[in-house]
């Protein structure tokens, strides 16, 4: 597989260095899952930024699954951080910037283990709850920020259906660290990438109907498939990535 090195703008510097302010600011403020952020003109007056700035930090939160974007209406809290474990995820990749695939290699065993215990032990209701997520998923084709959001709301829903909590945090920080590699042209650029182009983002949907469909029919074998498929894919487009 080819080399991904991630490489960082001094623009995306200053967006990670906001992102984390706005992190900050979500929990000061005690924002709850729901709440609207202030508007990105406000953000960068109180930040003392620009709001391009602005506008690429909620991208990157929105990577991170803490941030639904809505079109004409503004940014809304989706979860509140995690900040220590988090961090350290994505400080060790920063350390170790060629170290990507072997993050993405504990994504697949993390996620491995989620659908092998969600299969095992998930309710009815958590089956619909990712379900839900799905056509969530599809709903927000053409969309990219609303898809980056459904789309790590659905992993998430996986994970969580496991019953471990420590297994689903682990996961969705490392999820995140790897979403915000694999999409920073858009972060910074605010570019759709090829796979959710309008010619390719059907599949992508499709992609993760199995993994629901292993859920649903309690088999172990076909989840593991499933998320060993979405693994090939996402490895794809880390290497994408590395050379946009």
């Known amino acids: 597989m080819a080399s991904i090195v991630p490489t960082l703008s001094d623009s995306g510097s200053a967006a990670e260095d906001i992102a984390s302010k ?9 924002l709850e899952a729901g709440a609207r952020l202030p508007s990105e003109r406000d953000l960068a007056q109180a930040l003392q930024t620009s709001r391009p700035t602005v506008s690429q930090a909620i991208r990157i939160l929105v990577t991170k699954g803490l941030v639904e974007s809505r079109r004409g209406s503004g940014a809304y809290v989706t979860r509140r951080p995690e900040d220590g474990l988090a961090a350290s995820v994505d400080l060790m990749l920063e350390l170790n910037q060629s170290s990507v695939q072997h993050l993405a290699d504990l994504r697949l065993w993390l996620e491995t283990m989620s659908i092998t215990r969600a299969i095992e032990e998930c309710l009815e209701e958590e089956i619909v709850e990712c379900e839900l997520a799905l056509q969530q998923l599809r709903d927000s084709a053409g969309d ?11 992993h998430a829903a996986v994970a969580r259906a496991s019953h471990n909590p ?15 590699y694999e999409y920073r042209t858009w972060i910074q650029e605010e570019t759709t990438p090829r796979w959710l182009r ?3 983002v059907s599949a992508m949907a499709a992609l993760h109907d199995p993994i629901v469909a292993a859920m649903r029919n309690r088999d172990e074998e076909a989840g593991k498939v499933a998320v060993l498929h979405h693994h090939y894919v996402m490895s794809q487009h880390l290497a994408a990535a590395s050379h946009p």
Do not use: C, G, K, P
């Open 198 to 200: 309008s010619t390719e």
């Open 144 to 154: 990219t920020a609303a898809w980056m959001s459904a789309d790590t709301n659905f």
């Open 166 to 180: 420590y297994l689903a945090s682990l996961f969705e920080s490392v999820h995140a660290t790897l979403i915000n």
């Open 22 to 30: 706005i992190q900050q600011l979500i929990v000061s403020r005690d």
